[in-house]
């Protein structure tokens, strides 16, 4: 008797299904807002930018072209980003509760591309990439730092101590982002942008460039599956069933910190994004990442986006910063898997 | 199969291991014993390339530490003490990551990858409880799912830290018969920490009694739990205890 080999991964069934989810997500935040757009009219507007059809009818043309879809786009792109980097750094450290925000990673890449503005720090001929390469250097220092004080407290990376260094971290890196806001003034953008994110003026340059970033570390990463299932089990035991241990620890936190040094310098601090879908996800697609990780890639497209309509639609006219809604949303998460994990032990 | 030379470990700035040299051969059993603080987990995590550590471990002649994590994991495997699994991962993906040395970067699991998996499920007695989560198991069923996982590793060394600790008698039993079932197979050798000498004599062929750090005796497992040593390193009579111990189920 021949025996097939199982699939674990995402089957092309739930691929469709997920991107079905994710473009019909997409089309509703188009449409919603303070002025609705019928979905025809949406569509239209968008097949005639990509293919140069009929377009739509003033204002709706120019309302999903030049205002809602540049932004939905950039939500859909960095909610992706952001929770796949947190579903990777939970399996790697087997900590649910790490996240860009919660480990600090998120804070050290802000801080840096405060520092990158303030000092006019810039790539000559790529004056965007100044800020974006000080953002992923010092997120990756950030997250050196604080795993590294983090093991010199309890060798055995316990959940607490990682969180707790990683929140002192992000408070030291918002008081050092306050001081140079303070000191620099009208060059850099407000504190608030910083601490707490916000896509209202992301463009299309935007979006490509985090569709350039998620393709190549999304890559790395849904590639790192295995491996990160056997961090996800124990590291002695990823050792032992022959995972090359500081290669993948290296790798994944290189990918990571360069996707969230991009995202941070795009849409500043939105916290707790990689803590919300990837718990949302496991209760879906169970624990295992060659499912989790598609699925909350696609999952982190859908939450963000919505959370995003939430933040322009809630108490219209007035706009709450993105990263207020998800941190309302993911404090509280944050408490409930925290007193998950103590039951457990 | 196995050769050690001149091997040491120190941990923060303490010479935990002293140099030492032993070497395994093909159906060997070799029992690591000695006192709490001996020096035995830590000797076992060094030999499973856990921690760094001065001197030579050779795998049929090669450099262990040059070897490919990968290639390593194919020649030995490590069955650790405790097992902090963190997500609700069934029982089977458990099992399954034991086949990661035989597979590649874009080459999944075959066919015959799965048939290690499987083999080795009902080998452990786990075909009932392969789809539920291993949060849910109990310490004896957990340690099987981890024996499984070295078995369809399929490894030529195994290297278990105290495999039945914590574990009551029939499964301690289980496990010590698994083990010794699998060593069966010609070209397979075992290293084991093991804190019951009674065991360590029924099972082991060689043993290497440590004593803070330092080797006591090595050699046949007899030899080396013989009254006199286990007297030195131990600081009592171990046999007269066990015997007494005995006493009291024959008088029952």
Redo the contacts between chains.
């Keep these: 008797m ?5 699939r ?1 991964g995402f089957s092309p069934r739930d691929y469709l299904l997920f991107t079905l989810a994710t473009l019909g997500t997409a089309l509703l935040c188009v449409c919603a807002g303070s002025v609705p757009v019928p979905p025809g009219d949406a569509l239209r507007a968008v097949g005639s930018a990509l293919f140069g059809l009929i377009p739509a009818d003033e204002p709706a043309q120019t309302i999903i072209l030049s205002l809602r879809l540049p932004r939905v786009l950039a939500s859909g792109l960095v909610g992706a980003s952001l929770s796949l980097c947190g579903a990777a750094m939970q399996g790697l450290l ?3 509760l790490a996240d860009g925000s919660t480990l600090g990673v998120a804070s050290g890449a802000s801080l840096g591309a405060v520092i990158a503005i303030a000092f006019g720090i810039t790539i000559p001929g790529l004056p965007q990439l100044g800020v974006m390469g000080m953002a992923m250097l010092t997120a990756f220092l950030s997250l050196v730092l604080i795993l590294s004080l983090a093991w010199r407290m309890d060798a055995s990376l316990s959940t607490n101590t990682i969180i707790l260094v990683g929140v002192i971290f992000s408070m030291f890196a918002s008081a050092v982002i306050s001081l140079a806001v303070a000191f620099s003034g009208p060059r850099l953008r407000s504190v608030t942008f910083w601490t707490m994110g916000s896509l209202s003026t992301a463009s299309y340059r935007d979006g490509l460039t985090l569709l350039v970033a998620l393709a190549v570390c999304g890559a790395v990463l849904l ?1 790192s599956a ?1 491996e990160l ?2 961090f ?3 590291e ?2 990823a ?7 500081k ?1 993948v620890k290296l790798r994944v936190m290189v990918t990571v910190s360069v996707l969230i040094g991009v995202c941070v310098s795009i849409g500043g601090t939105i916290g707790f994004v990689g803590l919300v879908t990837p718990h949302m996800a ?1 209760l879906i697609v ?3 990442h060659r499912r989790l990780l598609p699925a909350v890639l696609f999952s982190g497209a859908i939450f963000l986006m919505l959370t995003d309509l939430a933040a322009r639609t809630i108490i219209s006219p007035i706009e709450l910063p993105l990263g207020v809604v998800t941190s309302l949303i993911g404090a509280v998460l944050f408490v409930v898997i925290f007193m998950r994990t103590r039951r ?1 032990r | 199969m196995l050769a050690v030379k001149g091997l040491s470990v120190t941990l923060g700035g303490q010479q935990i291991v002293h140099p030492l040299d032993f070497s395994i051969q093909d159906g060997d059993w070799m029992m690591l014993i000695g006192p709490n603080g001996a020096g035995k987990s830590t000797l076992l ?1 060094a030999l ?3 921690l760094a550590y001065q001197g030579s471990i050779t795998f049929d002649g090669r450099d262990v530490r040059h070897m ?7 020649s030995m ?4 003490q405790r ?8 029982a ?3 099992i ?3 086949r ?2 035989q ?1 590649g ?1 874009l080459r ?4 015959e ?3 290690h ?2 083999e080795a499920a009902q080998l452990c007695g786990l075909q009932n409880i392969l789809h539920q989560s291993v ?1 849910t198991l109990s310490g004896g069923e957990l340690q099987r799912v ?1 024996l499984a ?2 078995f369809a ?1 399929n490894p030529r060394l195994l290297l278990l830290d105290e495999p039945a600790n914590h574990l009551d008698l029939p499964f301690q039993r289980q496990i010590f018969e698994l083990i010794s079932g699998w060593l069966r197979t010609p070209g397979r050798a075992v290293i084991s920490v093991v804190h019951d000498l009674s065991l360590a004599r029924r099972y082991g062929k060689t043993a290497l009694l440590l004593n803070r750090g330092h080797v006591a005796a090595q050699g046949a497992a007899t030899d080396v739990l013989g009254r006199d040593a286990l007297r030195v390193v131990y600081g009592m009579d171990v046999h007269a205890w066990m015997r007494e111990l005995l006493r009291g189920w024959e008088e029952a």
């Design positions: 021949s025996i097939k080999p199982r674990e087997r900590n649910p590639f295995r299932n056997a996800a089990v124990g002695d035991n050792r032992s069933v022959g995972v090359n241990v290669g496991r169970g624990p295992n457990v | 995590n499973a390339q856990g490919k994590a990968r290639e390593r994991a194919r495997a490590l069955l650790s097992h902090g699994v963190g997500y609700a991962f069934t089977e993906e458990v399954r990551l034991g990661y040395a597979t970067f999944g699991e075959s066919g990858d799965e048939r998996v499987q949060l981890f996982q070295v590793q």
